[in-house]
T-cell receptor, first 113, second 114 residues
């Protein structure tokens, strides 16, 4: 079974530039998550999708972050404009029906200079 | 709101020694509890989980954890550490209402000394 795919793995940008991350979840997983992991901290949920719909985006900085999940499969997370404090690893995860069993991708590491 | 506190951001043990990583949680409803492991430059991988039933749960790679409601704890143990256990370990909590949202602790980095 193929795992959660994310790209790009690494991205370096200047502050105020924009960036987009892509995620392809495990086939058949209805729930998709984006987490932000700042160095030395645990992952923090940014947004949770159930199929096409948003379940929770309470911690998403909506003035600069946006996310969409087209046709209930792939998802894109965008940051515009980026700030220095956005430097982090952005983890995508998907989940089947079993509670809490999230499957994570390898993450996209963002460095904002 | 749910939260998790992991005691000790860095734990170092000798190869063959007992591994003990501490996790305390806060939840207003009966929790689901999880341990995830993260190897360098990789995503998180589920080690084990407690939902209901037996309070001592066994996971992959010889790890186990015990849910103690009275102590609001879910500590992770392994009798004998291997070099390959060196990684970052995260405790997480979710609720039973099916939202499947995980709240993670800040992580504990485990170092194994030869």
């Amino acid at each position: 079974e193929a795992g959660v795919a994310q790209s790009p793995r690494y991205k370096i940008i200047e502050k105020r530039q924009s960036v987009a991350f892509w995620c392809n979840p495990i086939s058949g997983h209805a729930t998709l998550y984006w987490y932000q992991q700042i160095l030395g901290q645990g992952p923090k949920l940014l947004i949770q999708f159930q199929n096409n719909g948003v379940v929770d985006d309470s911690q998403l900085p909506k003035d600069r972050f946006s996310a969409e999940r087209l046709k209930g499969v792939d998802s894109t997370l965008k940051i515009q404009p980026a700030k220095l404090e956005d430097s982090a690893v952005y983890l995508c995860a998907s989940s089947p029906a079993r509670p809490g069993e999230l499957f994570f991708g390898e993450g996209s590491r963002l460095t904002v200079l | 709101a749910q939260s998790v506190t992991q005691l000790g951001s860095h734990v170092s043990v000798s190869e063959g020694a007992l591994v003990l990583l501490r996790c305390n949680y806060s939840s207003s409803v009966p929790p689901y509890l999880f341990w995830y492991v993260q190897y360098p430059n990789q995503g998180l991988q589920l080690l084990l989980k407690y939902t209901t039933g037996a309070t001592l749960v066994k996971g992959i790679n010889g790890f186990e954890a015990e849910f103690k409601k009275s102590e609001t704890s879910f500590h992770l143990t392994k009798p004998s550490a291997h070099m390959s256990d060196a990684a970052e370990y995260f405790c997480a909590v979710s609720d039973l209402r099916g939202a499947q949202k995980l709240v993670f602790g800040q992580g504990t980095r485990l170092t194994i000394n030869p």
